[in-house]
């Protein structure tokens, strides 16, 4: 008599991996998959079901630039999309495909860095939040791992909530919580130096996209931070930056190549494991954002704008 047998059963049976056995309900299931977050691999009907519960969407946005011999052209964008996945996880969210048309900076000169202005990057987070606001999500996160692209989003944000209407979208900037307990405390562990090489192997490997690590050997060993720029006029550019902003340009690959270490040891294990762990904890990081954002929205409903008026008593 014909048995039924499962799709993977027959595959194996066919590649003479396993016999087919009457009783094949012995079969080892396979571990459960983390839930599809990104906006893009899931269906309208998915979405609208998902709508009944919920409302926040993270559009993590990062350029493609020129990070030196071991870190990759996209690890801004890597480091942010992972940890606006571990977001949308942790409180149920979606998240919206990467941004890559963003301000990449001083890294114009190495090659495959694609550059973008201020103000092409603005506009375009802007439409993006736009769009989803009138489709429905009550709560919009433009979430980058750092600079540059930080100021994009922040300018985005105010000018979304100032100029139209209240919008009900903040800007996240993950490295921020790199200053947080637990992270300093997961590196207080690592012998070697946690930059954001090590996050972008990480990054990888949990948005399945993982690669072997360029250059291992001098990762390994990594470089001397500080050796950003020529030094016949690394102190004037100092000057600029640490009292404003000046903008400022690469001219050889050493200058933007001090990202940490990759490709050692950490507690007996790859230490990709760690970036796995730090980019856990700045998404705990960011987390309460999400339910502060639906507090200040639901706030301002029942508060609404009104021209202020003098006080008679400005209290304290």
Request: glycine letters at 10%; proline letters at 6%; charged letters at 25%.
């Amino acid at each position: 008599m014909d048995q039924d047998i499962t799709r993977r059963e027959f595959v194996a049976a066919g590649a003479g991996l396993v016999p087919v056995a009457a009783n094949a309900q012995a079969e080892v299931k396979p571990a459960a998959k983390e839930r599809i977050v990104r906006l893009d691999l899931l269906t309208s009907r998915e979405v609208g079901d998902w709508f009944k519960t919920n409302d926040a969407i993270f559009v993590p946005h990062g350029p493609i630039s020129g990070h030196g011999p071991w870190t990759t052209l996209g690890v801004h964008a890597h480091g942010a999309e992972a940890v606006a996945t571990l977001l949308a996880r942790k409180c149920n969210g979606l998240v919206y495909p990467t941004v890559y048309s963003c301000f990449a900076g001083a890294t114009r000169l190495y090659p495959g860095t694609v550059p973008f202005s201020y103000e092409f990057h603005i506009q375009l987070l802007k439409t993006v939040v736009r769009s989803l606001h009138a489709q429905g999500f009550g709560r919009i996160f433009l979430l980058c791992y750092t600079n540059p692209e930080d100021a994009a989003g922040l300018i985005a944000a105010r000018d979304l909530f100032d100029i139209e209407g209240e919008i009900p979208v903040a800007s996240l900037v993950a490295t921020r919580g790199m200053s947080s307990e637990p992270v300093k405390k997961l590196l207080g562990e690592y012998q070697g130096s946690a930059g954001e090489a090590i996050v972008d192997y990480a990054a990888l490997r949990l948005l399945n996209q993982e690669r072997g690590i360029a250059e291992p050997e001098l990762a390994k060993v990594g470089l001397k931070g500080g050796q950003d720029q020529n030094p016949e006029i690394r102190e004037a550019i100092n000057v600029l930056r640490s009292r404003g902003t000046r903008g400022f340009r690469y001219d050889s690959e050493r200058e933007h190549s001090s990202h940490g270490t990759v490709g050692l040891t950490w507690k007996g294990q790859p230490d990709i494991e760690l970036g796995l762990k730090i980019l856990d904890a700045l998404a705990d990081y960011l987390l309460p954002a999400v339910d502060a954002l639906k507090k200040h929205r639901d706030y301002l409903k029942e508060h609404p704008p009104k021209r202020i008026e003098k006080q008679e008593r400005l209290g304290p």
